[in-house]
């Protein structure tokens, strides 16, 4: 028998203490041994839980306790959770996290301090909730180059703007509605503004490339400013509006890599244009496999504590192994300055007289394609050439001072 402890019952926890009492005889079976939860950390009451005698609010029972082999962390946020993971970590238990945030801002860290203890720090449901993607990255993609990685990483951002667009719902009432499903984060701040979408790609990122991306090297925009009539104008360029992830291996300095999250005009011929609801999808092109796409429920209470406790049996099976993943620390220098980044920008604007504005803009931004108009008193949109940031806001300013 192997004893575990879960720290954290709210969503993700109740689920992998659901998981792992419902399929107990058919886990026990794959991992040829019971896993029996000795403890459950949480600072409220579940009286009516079927394990409620194995609740403590004291993470002493947890850390004295040399019974416990492995320890789950799905309290979320950085304190107390990483100082709780390290001390577990440096006392030889291995850690399962589906804390995104943490391994974000700790990976490096917490990665090495397993390696030096010998056990595994283990965190498939960080990025993607229940789909496959660390592992793959790690395993079944290791042999290629990653030249890119682009994906719909926020379950709530890409709920929400589905509301927008096929319901009209308005963006506060789809935020309700994506909390009250525990798809947000405790403070939807984190996924509307793009946080939890940076915090994921600055993992895989990390992984693929093999140095810590910090979440502030990433340029990172999230949904707040994106309105209806954008999401109707991007329905008549051919496509939807997204809040697209991206890992690029840089065209100029392959050592370097271009990173970022922001809202994207995705074409109807791309995959991720059909991505609805919660679910997520990252298409991932090695220089030898080609694209390949990883799609399913990116947030909710069983898909995410699916893939946490299939992490616990992979601890489980590699008790006295290390599984190897790691990556060094970084300081940002591997991410390209976002200002360097080339991109067709879609510009909105109003002018009195319209025509002399695009011609304008022509000059400017260079040909431009001219977006239909939703309707007759609306603004104008374009969409420039692929241009860098930096070359687009200095033309921009130009082009105000003009129109
Ligand atoms: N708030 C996150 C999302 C939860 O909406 O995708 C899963 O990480």
Same mark, same amino acid.
């Given at each position: 028998?192997?004893k575990?402890?879960?720290?954290?019952?709210?969503?993700?926890?109740?689920?992998?203490?659901?998981?792992?009492l419902?399929?107990a005889?058919?886990?026990?079976?794959?991992?040829?041994?019971e896993?029996?939860?000795?403890?459950?950390?949480?600072?409220?009451?579940?009286?009516?839980?079927?394990?409620?005698?194995?609740?403590?609010?004291?993470?002493?029972?947890?850390?004295?306790?040399?019974?416990?082999?492995?320890?789950?962390?799905v309290?979320?946020?950085?304190?107390?959770a990483?100082?709780?993971?390290?001390?577990?970590?440096?006392?030889?238990?291995?850690?399962?996290?589906?804390?995104?945030?943490?391994?974000?801002?700790?990976?490096?860290?917490?990665?090495?301090?397993?390696?030096?203890?010998?056990?595994?720090?283990?965190?498939?449901?960080?990025v993607?909730?229940?789909?496959?993607?660390?592992?793959?990255?790690?395993?079944?993609?290791s042999?290629?180059?990653i030249?890119?990685?682009?994906?719909i990483?926020?379950?709530?951002?890409?709920?929400?703007?589905?509301?927008?667009?096929?319901?009209?719902?308005?963006?506060?009432?789809?935020?309700?509605?994506?909390q009250?499903?525990?798809?947000?984060?405790?403070?939807?701040?984190?996924?509307?503004?793009?946080?939890?979408?940076?915090?994921?790609?600055?993992?895989?990122?990390?992984?693929?490339?093999?140095?810590?991306?910090?979440?502030?090297? =990433?340029?990172?925009?999230?949904?707040?400013?994106?309105?209806?009539?954008?999401?109707?104008?991007?329905?008549?360029?051919g496509?939807?509006?997204?809040?697209?992830?991206?890992?690029?291996?840089?065209?100029?300095?392959?050592?370097?890599?271009?990173?970022?999250v922001a809202?994207?005009?995705?074409?109807?011929?791309?995959?991720?244009?059909?991505?609805?609801?919660?679910?997520?999808?990252?298409?991932?092109?090695?220089?030898?496999?080609?694209s390949?796409?990883?799609?399913?429920?990116?947030?909710?209470?069983?898909?995410?504590a699916?893939?946490?406790?299939?992490?616990?049996?992979?601890?489980?099976?590699?008790?006295?192994?290390?599984?190897?993943?790691?990556?060094?620390?970084?300081n940002?220098?591997?991410? =390209?300055?976002?200002?360097?980044?080339?991109?067709?920008?879609?510009?909105?604007?109003?002018?009195?007289?319209?025509?002399?504005?695009?011609?304008?803009?022509?000059?400017?931004?260079?040909?431009?394609?001219?977006?239909?108009?939703?309707?007759?008193?609306?603004?104008?949109?374009?969409?420039?050439?692929?241009?860098?940031?930096?070359?687009?806001?200095?033309?921009?300013?130009?082009f105000?001072?003009?129109?």
């Amino acid at each position: 028998m192997i004893k575990v402890a879960v720290m954290g019952h709210g969503v993700v926890g109740g689920g992998v203490t659901e998981i792992l009492l419902k399929n107990a005889e058919s886990i026990a079976k794959k991992v040829k041994q019971e896993i029996y939860i000795e403890k459950v950390l949480d600072l409220r009451d579940f009286p009516d839980s079927p394990i409620s005698d194995r609740f403590t609010k004291d993470f002493n029972d947890i850390i004295s306790n040399d019974e416990i082999s492995i320890v789950v962390e799905v309290m979320g946020g950085l304190k107390p959770a990483y100082d709780f993971v390290k001390q577990c970590l440096e006392k030889g238990k291995s850690v399962v996290t589906s804390n995104k945030e943490l391994v974000a801002a700790k990976g490096a860290e917490l990665l090495a301090i397993a390696e030096k203890n010998n056990v595994n720090f283990l965190f498939e449901a960080s990025v993607g909730g229940g789909i496959p993607i660390i592992r793959p990255l790690h395993q079944c993609l290791s042999a290629n180059n990653i030249e890119k990685i682009n994906g719909i990483l926020n379950g709530t951002t890409n709920f929400i703007l589905n509301k927008m667009i096929n319901d009209k719902m308005s963006f506060e009432d789809a935020l309700a509605l994506a909390q009250e499903k525990g798809y947000a984060e405790r403070n939807p701040a984190a996924d509307i503004e793009g946080h939890d979408a940076c915090r994921k790609i600055c993992i895989l990122a990390s992984l693929v490339y093999g140095t810590h991306v910090y979440p502030d090297s =990433v340029h990172t925009e999230g949904i707040t400013k994106v309105s209806l009539t954008d999401v109707e104008y991007a329905s008549k360029w051919g496509g939807v509006v997204k809040l697209i992830a991206s890992a690029r291996i840089s065209a100029k300095d392959n050592t370097k890599q271009e990173i970022m999250v922001a809202p994207m005009f995705v074409s109807r011929d791309c995959q991720l244009s059909n991505v609805d609801g919660v679910y997520n999808e990252i298409l991932v092109r090695g220089d030898s496999s080609g694209s390949v796409g990883f799609y399913g429920r990116g947030a909710g209470k069983l898909p995410t504590a699916s893939a946490v406790v299939a992490d616990v049996m992979d601890c489980v099976l590699h008790k006295d192994e290390r599984r190897d993943i790691m990556w060094k620390d970084g300081n940002g220098e591997n991410v =390209v300055p976002y200002e360097e980044y080339e991109n067709a920008m879609y510009v909105r604007f109003s002018a009195d007289d319209e025509q002399t504005a695009l011609a304008k803009a022509n000059e400017i931004f260079g040909k431009c394609d001219v977006i239909e108009k939703i309707d007759a008193t609306a603004d104008t949109a374009i969409v420039t050439p692929e241009l860098s940031y930096a070359d687009f806001v200095e033309k921009s300013k130009k082009f105000a001072e003009l129109c």
